[in-house]
C-alpha cells in the first residue's frame, strides 16, 4: 500500500526585543553566567506584576503581515497552566483563543511549482528557562525565561520532509528580513515541533498525529520527519496502531524515542490572565506597521528579475539573506555609475559563483567579508576593460577577501594585468607551437578543438594574462600559416 504523509509544524521563533516580554530584564541573555537576567516577575516571585511589550505586539503583527494573515481587532492574555522546572511560575503567559493573527500563507517551490502552505495562527507568548543536565543533576537557568517568543502554527498542508525544510527555510528568511529575530536555530532562536501522521494515499481522513521535538537544524527537521514517517508505515504494515505521543529526536542515534503521551488543550487548563489587560489592536497601527514593512523576499526576487534580467534561480539565491540581498543592491548602484559600467547579471554571476564559494570555504556571513561591494565592481571594471582576464579575476578577489586591498594595487603590484600585445604575443605562440608538433598536425588533418588545448598552453605559458581574443586570433593565424601548400 502507498502512504502519504502528513505535516505540519509549529515554529518558535525568539524576537528580538531589548526587554523580555513582561519585565524590564535586558532579553539578550546568550552570554550571561546563569540567572543573571533574572528579575521578580520573570521569577515568578508572590506579587510581581507583568507588563505588557509593546515593540513585541508590533513583532508580531509584522510577522502576520507578512505571511498574509488577518490581524486581530481583539486579543487577550492566557495562562497556559503545566508543572516543569523550566517554568518558573507554574504556568506560561500565552494566547488560546484570541490570537494576534490568523489565516494566513506562505508560499513554497516544489518541483519548479508554487505551493501554498497555510498559517493557522501567529501568536505571542514568554519563553521559559533552560534545564542543563550534568553529572545526574538538574541545574536550570533562567536567564531565558520571559523573553518574547511567536509560536507561528502551519496547517497541515506539509507532505514531505523536503517540503517542510523548504517552508522552515523560508520563515527563517522572512522573520530575518523584517529584523524581528535572528532565526539561528544553533542558538534556539528558532525552535521547531511537527506533528506527523501517515495515511493511505486516496483516504481522506488524517492517521494519529505524533508530535517530534528536539531538532536543531534544518537537517534534523529533515532526518526526524523521514525516520518518523518510515516508522508509522512499519507499524500499520504490520497490522498495529500508532500511539498519540510526543516523542523527541535523538541525533547521536538518528531515530525518534518516545518521551509522553500526547496533551490536549484541556490539559493545561488555559483560563484568562487576570493580570493583564486585553488589547484593542487599531486599524491605524496595523496599517502605519504595514507601510513600515522592508520589500519582503518575493517581492525583491520578482523585481530582480523585471529590472536586472535575472532568472528566478539566481534571483532567489540573492534574495535568501537579506545582507546578501543589501550587498548585492549596492554592488548594483555602483556598477551603473561606474566607466565602463558593470551590468547587473555580470555582478550577480559574481556574486552567486565566487563571492558564494569564498563564504561557505571560510564559513561566514557576506557582512565578515573584507570584499566590499565597491571593490568587486572595481574588479569588473578592470576585467571589461581588458586590463586583466576572468580568471586571474578570480585570484585577484580572494587576495582582496584575505589583504582587504583595492583590486587594481594587487593587479599593479603582481604585474598581472592583461597582455594585449600582439608582437609580445606572437612569439608565445610560436613557442607553444614549435613545442607541440603533434597538435599543430592533428589540427591541420581536421582536429579543429585542439586549438583549444594550444590556448591553454599559451595561457599557462602567460600565466592567464594573455588576451584570450587575441591569443585565438594569433593561433588560427600560425596554424594556418604551417599548413602545406596544395602545391
Same mark, same amino acid.
Given at each position: ?15 528580538l ?28 516571585l ?11 505586539v508590533e513583532y ?18 492566557d ?46 507568548e ?18 531565558r ?29 522572512? /522573520?530575518?528580513?523584517?529584523? $524581528?529575530?535572528?532565526?539561528?536555530? @544553533? +542558538?534556539? %532562536? =528558532?525552535?521547531?515541533? *511537527?506533528?506527523?501522521? !501517515? ?119 540573492? /534574495?535568501?539573506?537579506?545582507? $546578501?540581498?543589501?550587498?548585492?543592491? @549596492? +554592488?548594483? %548602484? =555602483?556598477?551603473?555609475? *561606474?566607466?565602463?559600467? !558593470? ?98 598536425q ?27 581574443q ?7 593565424q ?10
Open positions: 500500500m502507498e502512504y502519504e504523509a502528513i505535516i505540519g509544524l509549529e515554529v518558535h521563533v525568539q524576537l526585543t531589548k526587554s523580555k516580554m513582561f519585565c524590564g530584564c535586558d532579553a539578550n541573555y546568550q552570554d550571561a553566567p546563569p540567572n543573571t537576567h533574572v528579575c521578580p516577575v520573570c521569577l515568578g508572590p506579587g510581581a506584576l507583568p507588563v505588557i511589550n509593546r515593540k513585541a508580531t503583527i509584522m510577522t502576520g503581515l507578512a505571511l498574509n494573515c488577518e490581524i486581530a481587532r481583539e486579543t487577550k492574555w495562562r497556559k497552566n503545566y508543572h516543569y522546572p523550566d517554568l518558573p511560575k507554574g504556568y506560561q503567559i500565552s494566547q488560546y483563543d484570541l490570537p494576534l493573527t490568523v489565516n494566513g500563507y506562505l508560499t513554497i517551490e516544489v518541483d519548479g511549482q508554487p505551493k501554498r502552505i497555510g498559517i493557522r495562527r501567529v501568536h505571542l514568554e519563553d521559559t528557562g533552560r534545564l542543563y543536565h550534568v553529572n545526574g543533576q538538574a541545574l536550570v537557568d533562567y536567564n525565561s520571559g523573553v518574547p517568543l511567536i509560536e507561528i502554527v502551519s496547517e497541515p498542508d506539509i507532505r514531505s520532509p523536503e517540503e517542510a525544510r523548504l517552508y522552515l527555510q523560508k520563515l527563517r528568511t522572512i /522573520v530575518r528580513y523584517l529584523g $524581528v529575530s535572528s532565526g539561528d536555530m @544553533e +542558538a534556539g %532562536a =528558532l525552535r521547531v515541533d *511537527a506533528n506527523v501522521s !501517515v495515511r493511505p494515499v486516496g483516504q481522506e481522513t488524517f492517521g494519529t498525529q505524533v508530535e517530534v521535538k528536539n531538532m536543531n537544524s534544518f537537517r534534523s527537521v529533515k532526518l526526524a520527519l523521514e525516520y518518523e514517517i518510515k516508522r508509522q508505515i512499519a507499524i500499520l504494515e504490520a497490522g498495529g496502531t500508532v500511539e498519540r505521543e510526543t516523542r523527541g529526536w535523538i541525533e547521536t542515534e538518528g531515530r525518534t524515542a518516545s518521551q509522553r503521551s500526547k496533551e490536549e488543550a484541556h490539559d493545561y487548563r488555559y483560563f484568562p490572565e487576570p493580570d493583564l489587560p486585553p488589547l484593542d489592536i487599531s486599524p491605524a497601527w496595523v496599517e502605519e506597521l504595514r507601510r513600515a514593512l522592508p520589500e519582503m523576499p518575493d517581492q525583491k526576487a520578482e523585481r530582480y528579475q523585471r529590472e536586472y534580467g535575472l532568472t528566478a534561480y539566481d534571483a532567489g539565491l540573492l /534574495v535568501a539573506e537579506r545582507a $546578501v540581498a543589501e550587498w548585492y543592491e @549596492e +554592488a548594483v %548602484a =555602483l556598477g551603473q555609475q *561606474a566607466k565602463p559600467a !558593470v551590468a547587473p547579471k555580470t555582478i550577480a554571476n559574481w556574486v552567486t559563483g565566487e563571492v558564494f564559494r569564498l563564504l561557505r570555504e571560510h564559513n561566514q556571513e557576506i557582512g565578515d567579508l573584507r570584499l566590499t561591494p565597491a571593490a568587486l565592481v572595481e574588479l569588473l571594471g578592470l576585467v571589461a576593460s581588458g586590463a586583466i582576464t576572468a580568471n586571474v579575476a578570480k585570484n585577484v578577489l580572494r587576495e582582496v577577501a584575505e589583504s582587504g586591498k583595492s583590486p587594481a594595487q594587487i593587479v599593479d603590484e603582481r604585474g598581472l594585468r592583461q597582455i594585449s600585445d600582439e608582437t609580445r604575443l606572437a612569439e608565445v605562440v610560436a613557442q607553444v607551437l614549435d613545442q607541440h608538433p603533434d597538435e599543430v592533428a589540427y591541420l588533418n581536421g582536429r579543429e578543438k585542439v586549438i583549444k588545448w594550444l590556448m591553454g598552453q599559451v595561457m599557462r605559458a602567460t600565466r592567464g594574462q594573455a588576451n584570450p587575441v591569443v585565438m586570433s594569433l593561433l588560427k600560425h596554424l594556418e600559416a604551417r599548413r602545406p601548400s596544395d602545391s
